[in-house]
T-cell receptor, first 115, second 111 residues
Framework: SAVISQKPSRDICQRGTSLTIQCQVDSQVTMMFWYRQQPGQSLTLIAT?????????ESGFVIDKFPISRPNLTFSTLTVSNMSPEDSSIYLCSVGLAGVGYEQYFGPGTRLTVT | SQQGEEDPQALSIQEGENATMNCSYKTSINNLQWYRQNSGRGLVHLILIRSNEREKHSGRLRVTLDTSKKSSSLLITASRAADTASYFC???????????FGTGTRLQVTL
């Protein structure tokens, strides 16, 4: 298993500003992912954070809006840029561990409210 | 969207009863996973069933998978108040491990 922490746990931000969310894992992992969960909704994958290279974004998400860094195998950041109220969501990072199938371990999430 | 559908959207039962929730998906899978989320917090992995398996048990959890119907069910037996949470199925196509989550079932277990 893996233990994942996220900072901050929650924040209230003004529109037009940016927020960087940190994700720290207690062991080296190959696969790290960022998800968004809008209020009352399911999870949507934003991107796969690749160590040492650019993140791989899903349809509907772009690097200018959600820049991601992955400097090593235990840490990643997601920035939500030029925020609007529509960005109010829970943002979760997760890691995949190799095995029979890739079950994922999730961080506690960052609850973002944009006013 | 390739997101799976879950039903019911919400389920309310009394402690000690069984809870069954269903998941349907659209594409071929390598495995299907179930997760629990308490009050908008992080998800906890419950159980994984591979595409060549039909049934799997873990404690009070029983998962079935019917790949011909592209559906799965999660049964929680002898439910407890602590089981109150949202439950999500997630499909893994086996490529880069990108999970696609279902819409979720909100389970309320009352005393």
């Amino acid at each position: 298993s893996a233990v994942i922490s996220q900072k901050p746990s929650r924040d209230i931000c003004q529109r037009g500003t940016s927020l960087t969310i940190q994700c720290q894992v207690d062991s080296q992992v190959t696969m790290m992912f960022w998800y968004r969960q809008q209020p009352g909704q399911s999870l949507t994958l934003i991107a796969t954070a690749n160590q040492g290279s650019e993140a791989t974004y899903e349809s509907g998400f772009v690097i200018d809006k959600f820049p991601i860094s992955r400097p090593n195998l235990t840490f990643s950041t997601l920035t939500v840029s030029n925020m609007s109220p529509e960005d109010s969501s829970i943002y979760l990072c997760s890691v995949g561990l190799a095995g029979v199938g890739y079950e994922q371990y999730f961080g506690p999430g960052t609850r973002l409210t944009v006013t | 969207s390739q997101q799976g559908e879950e039903d019911p959207q919400a389920l309310s039962i009394q402690e000690g009863e069984n809870a069954t929730m269903n998941c349907s998906y659209k594409t071929s899978i390598n495995n299907l996973q179930w997760y629990r989320q308490n009050s908008g917090r992080g998800l906890v992995h419950l159980i994984l069933i591979r595409s060549n398996e039909r049934e799997k048990h873990s404690g009070r959890l029983r998962v079935t998978l019917d790949t011909s119907k592209k559906s799965s069910s999660l049964l929680i037996t002898a439910s407890r108040a602590a089981d109150t949470a949202s439950y999500f199925c997630a499909t893994d196509p086996g490529t880069a491990s990108k999970l696609t989550f279902g819409t979720g079932t909100r389970l309320q277990v009352t005393l």
